[in-house]
């Protein structure tokens, strides 16, 4: 079993819908990232949390921490915010201070 | 650009040939860091940097492969006597080491293709 969990792996939209990603994790951490993977390899850092939620734009980023799980949500979603989203833990503890645990990423198609 | 740049951006090459990528942090950034992805996964880790000091090396770096970052800046990754299985995006990553929650900036990737 993976230490990070992404749900599902692959999404298709219809414009406009409200998506939701979520993501489970059985190591400790000290943050969680989410990331968007362009067509090409691009990563882009979108949100690290550690509690709570955070917004930017149309994306809305939220974690319990008590249950180790995550979700990420876009609203009015757009074709192009097709990607891949990844959620990675960040590993607190001795030698992997630093390190990023992924997931397998979630693959979002949105049609017009 | 002041973003992390890797080069080259793609690289095809044969079995049993030894290549080299190169990986340019922001330039403020002690921490360094090496992924691999294949197609369909996530990125793992291979091995990280602060400063010119390698910290930790992922049970996934063979002795086929080595990193260096000789004075705290550009890094490198070198492959040597190539395998199909080596075929991946070899990403690299910087970050400034304020508290244990830093952000990571990745940079656009090494395509790699093992014939």
């Known amino acids: 079993k993976n230490e990070v969990e992404q749900s599902p792996q692959n999404l298709t939209a219809q414009e406009g819908e409200f998506i939701t990603i979520n993501c489970s994790y059985s190591?400790?951490?000290?943050?969680l990232h989410w990331l968007q993977q362009h067509p090409g390899g691009g990563i882009v850092s979108l949100f690290m949390?550690?509690?709570g939620k955070k917004k930017h734009g149309r994306l809305i980023a939220t974690i319990n921490i008590q249950e180790k799980h995550s979700s990420l949500h876009i609203t009015a979603s757009h074709p192009r915010d097709s990607a891949v989203y990844i959620c990675?833990?960040?590993?607190?503890?001795?030698?992997?201070?630093?390190?990023?645990?992924f997931g397998k990423g979630t693959k979002l198609s949105v049609k017009p | 650009d002041t973003g992390v740049s890797q080069d080259p951006r793609h690289k095809i090459t044969k079995r049993g040939q030894n290549v080299t990528f190169r990986c340019d942090p922001i330039?403020?950034?002690?921490?360094l860091y090496w992924y691999r992805q294949t197609l369909g996964q996530g990125p793992e880790f291979l091995t990280y940097?602060?400063?010119?000091?390698?910290?930790?090396k992922s049970r996934l770096l063979s002795d086929r492969f080595s990193a260096e970052r000789p004075k705290g800046s550009f890094s490198t990754l070198e492959i040597q006597r190539t395998e199909q299985g080596d075929s991946a995006m070899y990403l690299c990553?910087?970050?400034?080491?304020?508290?244990?929650?830093?952000?990571?900036?990745f940079g656009p990737g090494t395509r790699l293709l093992v014939l």
């Open positions: 990553a910087s970050s400034l080491l304020l508290t244990t929650s830093e952000t990571q900036y």
């Open positions: 940097f602060q400063n010119e000091a390698q910290l930790e």
């Open positions: 949390l550690s509690s």
């Open positions: 190591v400790g951490i000290s943050a």
């Open positions: 330039s403020e950034h002690n921490r």
């Open positions: 990675a833990a960040l590993s607190p503890y001795g030698g992997s201070q630093g390190n990023l645990i």
